[in-house]
């Protein structure tokens, strides 16, 4: 079982600036990509970022330049740390892990979701 731990939404003004983490942890043997998605009000959920063991990463062209992703692979822990906060940014954000769990079978685990407010 793979679980994972998110922290760090809340409620900014536009222009202001949120990191979320997100912490893996249980059997897991390596982790191939992390990510980060967001599901607003009444919206399909769609990609933010995520960065691959490798170190590639991939934005969503909206956030591009105004948030970036990164890991410390030692604490299985992915960030997202999110500038020049836009009210349309306003959703649940969700931590996805991907990889090989010990026993080598795969998982691909969500995280609970956390609420990211941008007022205008």
């Known amino acids: 079982q793979v679980q994972l731990l998110e922290s760090g939404g809340g409620l900014v003004q536009a222009g202001g600036s949120l990191r979320l983490s997100c912490a893996a942890s249980?059997?897991?043997?390596?982790?191939?990509?992390m990510g980060w998605y967001r599901q607003a009000a009444g919206k399909q959920r769609e990609l933010v970022a995520t960065?691959?063991?490798?170190?590639?990463?991939n934005y969503a062209d909206s956030v591009k330049g105004r948030f970036t992703i990164s890991t410390d692979n030692a604490k299985k822990t992915t960030y997202l740390q999110m500038n020049s906060l836009k009210p349309e940014d306003t959703a649940v954000y969700y931590c996805?892990?991907?990889?090989?769990?010990?026993?080598?079978?795969?998982?691909?685990?969500w995280g609970q979701g956390t609420q990211v407010t941008v007022s205008s």
């Open positions: 996805n892990v991907q990889g090989i769990k010990q026993g080598y079978g795969p998982f691909n685990s």
């Open positions: 960065i691959t063991r490798g170190g590639v990463t």
């Open positions: 249980g059997s897991i043997f390596n982790i191939n990509t």
